[in-house]
């Protein structure tokens, strides 16, 4: 019989409690244990060479291969933390937002090692855990503060009113900015994932071709689909009149138009916060324009910027392991059995 209510009640204040994180909702296979403050082991298999061809992720390969990197990517993970399952007090999982399949299969396994070892399961929202990874090296950090996730599938602003208390206020009316990179990087020709290559070309170009007519945001909704268009548009333009047109300018140029309002509705949301600190989160948080930026901003305005180091930007078990801690202090997020992945799940939407 399974029933591990006693046991999680148990880990409720304490610090020093032992989690295994399991992440699988895009292209990365990914274990990490973390204990009292500390990433005792952080292993991620990344798919990224399998769906380079394709030029993004097929989820069906992408669940395909979880399922065989999984087993062996949680072994080495429990072996580089120096520990066997018995040793962990509770299993944190990944249950959405991401690619269904993808989240089936971390999930199922999270389930199979909860019930085969007798150990709490705890759900971790995908969105809240990139929040976490904040607090991987910034021991300190503590909400209130405003966040930014930035990632291939979310553009969200988040104010974080306490460890498990999430309200989005501020996103995208469409398409992610990660989405937008990508697909920016596709119609240049340049590799998946298009962010990091996009990055490190803008870095020799001029912000001098004006994609998108500056309008005053209001800043409360971001659109990527107009600016993604736009960038169609102007390479379908300069090919037609058989102009040359120089990659970098378009690298440097579409990313400040798809970074810049951001920064705007970032400083609106610090300043109705009333808080003097913002986190940043997520794969494109790793952009070194944005990096720059927030900084500036926070320089400008009067708010402190914290900042994962890249590695824990993008998606990694390690972040899930520290939002599983956060629950379990407080017993909260214990799953059943019976937990399903959820797709689309929302920011605020475990409880
Ligand atoms: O957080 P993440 O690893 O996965 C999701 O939850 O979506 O984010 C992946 C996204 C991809 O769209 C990737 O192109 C983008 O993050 N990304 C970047 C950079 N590094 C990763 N975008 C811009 N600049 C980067 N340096
Ligand atoms: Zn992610």
């Known amino acids: 019989m399974y029933n591990v209510v006693k046991q999680f009640e148990k880990l409720k204040g304490r610090q020093d ?3 295994l994180g399991i992440e699988s ?21 990344s798919q990224v060479e399998i769906h380079k061809r394709f030029g993004g992720v097929v989820p069906e390969i ?15 993970a429990l072996k580089k933390a120096g520990v066997g399952l018995n040793d962990v007090d509770a299993i944190g999982v990944t249950y959405g937002a991401g690619l269904i399949g993808a989240l089936l299969v971390g999930v199922s396994s999270a389930k199979a090692l ?3 070892a007798n150990k709490p399961l705890i759900k971790v929202n995908h969105i809240q855990a990139h ?11 503590k909400p209130p503060f405003l966040a930014l996730v930035a990632s291939g599938g979310h553009t969200s602003v988040v104010e974080v009113n306490g460890f498990n208390e ?6 995208t009316t469409d398409d992610a900015i990660g989405e937008a990179f990508d697909k920016v990087a596709r119609l240049l020709g340049l590799s998946y994932p298009g962010g990091p290559n996009i990055d490190r070309l803008a870095k020799d170009g001029r912000n001098v071709i004006e994609f998108v007519k500056k309008k005053k945001t209001d800043g409360e909704r971001i659109s990527y689909s107009g600016l993604k268009t736009a960038v169609v548009n102007y390479i379908h333009n300069c090919k037609q009149r058989e102009e040359e047109y120089d990659v970098k300018d378009v690298c440097a140029s579409f990313t400040a138009a798809a970074v810049d309002p951001l920064v705007k509705m970032v400083v609106k949301n610090v300043q109705n916060l009333k808080t003097d600190k913002l986190a940043i989160a997520g794969g494109v948080a790793s952009n070194s324009y944005l990096r720059a930026k927030m900084n500036e901003a926070g320089k400008h305005y009067g708010f402190e910027v914290i900042m994962p180091s890249p590695s824990y930007c993008t998606d990694n078990a390690a972040m899930v392991a520290v939002r599983a801690a956060l629950s379990a202090r407080e017993g909260r997020n214990l799953a059943e059995l019976d937990l ?7 920011i605020g939407g475990d409880e």
Do not use: W
Request: aromatic share 6%; charged share 15%.
């Open 131 to 141: 929040i976490c990874a904040n607090y991987i090296e910034h021991e300190n950090l």
């Open 340 to 346: 399903n992945p959820v797709g689309s799940l929302g």
């Open 166 to 171: 999430y309200k989005l206020v501020g996103s």
């Open 25 to 45: 909702s895009c292209d990365e296979t990914a274990a990490a244990v973390y204990s009292g403050g500390k990433i005792l082991s952080d292993v991620v298999a």
């Open 17 to 19: 409690i032992v989690i």
């Open 62 to 76: 992408a669940s395909r291969n979880h399922t065989l990197a999984l087993p062996n990517v949680v072994d080495e």
């Open 114 to 116: 909860a019930y085969a």
